[in-house]
């Protein structure tokens, strides 16, 4: 008895936790948006529709040439199209669309998306690792007043738009700027005025511009905390960036020298900075050797991605960073350096990424593309926008009312064929119902036509077995067992037949998993989480409802079967 009262507890537990899972309900989520933490109240559905069903966010993709040029924009799609289709698959949702369209585009159709900006940047995101040692020799002071020269050849200042080239006519250096404020002030108002308005916006003209007698790079550019890394002003930013993309500034780096901008930034609400580094030009490794990333959260660090190297990238690692210990090692993603610890011994097979304070999500993204591996390419969104169903609704109701029309035909034979037997075997079909649908849902699945097809043939494994398992009752009946002995019988020779039939199912199901992606994906998890619960119902839900019947009748009683 006390067997039979467990049996029952974990059945509805199960079903109670299932039908948890697939009842929709708000939740709030703390999410960031414009640097600020706020918290958003969302529903939540368990089971989303595909793209046939309900449509989705439509993305075209394009090979973003404004940094560099592409000459087989064809064969570099192709490459890039294998790295967008492994970061859409990881990102989690199911069913996704990943094509390429004609030699110059790549399609992405994503349904079901909360958040279509955080697809954007996963799928743009090129993901391109170094590790690179920061500079410690103070090679940027060497050649600053160099810097500062051409950057005032070129008309590079604070506050300039656009830089202005040989044309004596027009403001072009720092100098001039500051003239030409003050020729507009004589226009204005009297010397003393001028000499008055100086006084009240001069500080912030002094503030907000380089001194006269000061270059671009020395007025702007102030050294760190750490060996290479320089502090920026923001609002000095944009010129200095435009300074280093100059082919002269270029020429004149530091030999075997390279400059990366930071991805944070420092200072208050009204003043920031930006911070820039200089690092050695030749990396120690790049992401190429990297294996496996893995987001994470440490106590003292905060959120991390772990990451795991090959063997060929363990060596190389352990012995560079062997070499520098106590010197800092820039972490640089997309020419943007991450984060620069110091190295305080040789580091093996195994680092991690520090976000500075960035989110969990950040590092799950950072860990995704990672995996991924680098775009060959930088790619652009050239269109977005949302597309329909594309199977229409008239397809999409004749789907309905044909699994409808299924389930009751099914429901309708087990009990005229069966009787009783047939009453508890529909009962313990629409348990099935309910726990596959939630492992669905835990699985974050969307339902497609072909998932539906999987859950359609699922139904008619898990009354398959139930019939197996009858047909055994009804053969013992007839050998004149006993009710209860016939039911024992019956269930210890049918078992071998479902597992066998169920496990080589599953294992075809696991293999397209593996092997397959969106649709035949879909399918695969729907078979395998249909073909679970049909054993766990078929094998112990119906048994324990007949262990139920067998123990209020006492067994006295002829089974309706």
Do not use: C
């Not at 911070?275 to 990333?293: F, K, N, S």
């Amino acid at each position: 008895m006390a067997n039979l009262k467990y049996r029952v507890l974990l059945i509805v537990a199960l079903f109670a936790a299932s039908a948890w899972a697939l009842f929709p309900r708000t939740v709030v989520e703390r999410v960031k948006r414009n640097g600020v933490f706020v918290y958003d109240t969302v529903k939540r559905v368990p089971l989303k529709r595909g793209l046939d069903l309900q449509g989705g966010m439509h993305l075209t993709l394009e090979v973003d040439e404004s940094k560099q040029a592409v000459a087989n924009k064809s064969e570099a799609l192709d490459r890039a199209l294998k790295v967008v289709r492994q970061r859409i698959d990881e990102f989690g949702v199911s069913e996704p669309v990943v094509q390429k369209a004609g030699d110059e585009r790549i399609i992405v159709e994503l349904p079901g998306l909360d958040d279509p900006q955080r697809a954007q940047e996963v799928v743009q995101n090129q993901a391109f690792l170094e590790f690179q040692i920061t500079d410690k020799t103070q090679a940027l002071e060497k050649v600053m007043s160099r810097f500062d020269d051409i950057a005032k050849q070129q008309g590079l200042a604070v506050g300039t738009d656009q830089k202005v080239l040989g044309d004596s006519a027009k403001p072009t250096t720092v100098t001039s700027l500051l003239t030409q404020k003050t020729d507009t002030a004589k226009k204005d108002s009297t010397k003393a005025d001028t000499a008055k308005a100086a006084a009240t916006t001069g500080g912030d003209s002094a503030s907000k511009t380089p001194a006269a007698t000061g270059g671009l790079f020395s007025t702007n550019v102030q050294p760190g905390q750490l060996p290479g890394q320089y502090i920026v002003p923001d609002k000095a930013y944009p010129a200095i960036e435009r300074a280093l993309a100059l082919p002269a500034i270029q020429a004149a780096m530091p030999p075997g020298k390279v400059m990366r901008w930071g991805v944070d930034s420092l200072g208050t609400a009204t003043e920031k900075f930006r911070t820039l580094y200089v690092l050695d030009a030749r990396p120690i490794i790049t992401g190429e050797v990297l294996t496996d990333a893995r987001p994470s959260t440490d106590p003292v660090e905060g959120n991390v991605v772990q990451f795991t190297l090959n063997n060929e990238g363990a060596r190389r690692f352990k012995t560079e960073t062997g070499k520098h210990v106590k010197d800092n090692m820039a972490i640089v993603l997309d020419q943007r350096v991450v984060t620069a610890p110091v190295l305080n011994s040789a580091i093996g097979r195994n680092g991690q990424i520090t976000l500075g304070g960035g989110t969990l999500q950040a590092a799950q993204d950072l860990a995704l593309v990672l995996r991924a591996g680098a775009l060959p390419v930088p790619l652009k969104v050239a269109e977005v926008r949302q597309i329909g169903a594309s199977l229409g609704q008239d397809s999409i109701n004749k789907g309905v009312l044909a699994l409808g029309v299924a389930v009751a035909l099914i429901i309708v034979i087990m009990i005229g064929y069966y009787k009783f037997a047939g009453v508890l075997a529909v009962v313990a079909l629409i348990m099935y119902l309910v726990y596959t649908l939630a492992m669905l849902a835990g699985f974050h699945a969307v339902l497609t036509l072909p998932g539906l097809a999987g859950f359609v043939l699922s139904i008619g494994i898990a009354v398959d077995a139930n019939v197996l398992i009858f047909e055994r009752i009804r053969e013992e009946l007839d050998h004149g067992k006993s009710v209860r002995l016939s039911i024992d019988e019956g269930f210890r020779h049918a078992l071998s037949a479902i597992i066998d039939t169920s496990a080589t199912t599953i294992l075809s199901g696991m293999v397209l998993y593996q092997y397959g992606t969106g649709p035949v994906r879909g399918f695969a998890v729907t078979l395998v989480a249909g073909l679970v619960a049909s054993l766990f119902t078929a094998i112990f839900v119906t048994r324990t409802f007949f262990l139920l019947w067998l123990d209020r009748s006492r067994g006295t009683q002829t089974l309706s079967i």
